[in-house]
Nanobody, 123 residues
Framework: QVQLVESGGGLVQAGGSLRLSCTASGRTISVYAVGWFRQAPGKEREFVSTISRSGGSTYYADSVKGRFTISRDYTMNTVYLQMSSLKPEDTAVYYC????????????????WGQGIQVTVSS
């Protein structure tokens, strides 16, 4: 089993930055791809970004491309999502998830999920 805990969320003004962390325990996540998803109020959960098992491939939703950067630290068993130039429409609960080896855009391709963390961007 893998337990995932997100941290780093909070309230930020538009144009600001936040770095989300997803720290795993229970077993190493180095053999898995890791993804970030988000769910805004009244909307379905959507894909944000994913990084492959090797860390060599990263993918982003068009809405965050150029503003968000995903990375992973194998020694810390942690994946990060650096979010810059934040917009009010980025307000959502952000979830990290683990599964597969890479290029996973669909939620059902992930086996383990964190509880989520709130990110609120004020205008």
């Amino acid at each position: 089993q893998v337990q995932l805990v997100e941290s780093g969320g909070g309230l930020v003004q538009a144009g600001g930055s936040l770095r989300l962390s997803c720290t795993a325990s229970g077993r190493t996540i180095s053999v898995y791809a890791v993804g970030w998803f988000r769910q805004a109020p009244g909307k379905e959960r959507e894909f944000v970004s994913t990084i492959s098992r090797s860390g060599g491939s990263t993918y982003y939703a068009d809405s965050v491309k150029g503003r968000f950067t995903i990375s992973r630290d194998y020694t810390m068993n942690t994946v990060y999502l650096q979010m810059s130039s934040l917009k009010p429409e980025d307000t959502a609960v952000y979830y990290c998830a683990v599964g597969g080896s890479g290029g996973n855009f669909r939620q059902n391709e992930y086996d383990y999920w964190g509880q989520g963390i709130q990110v609120t961007v004020s205008s």
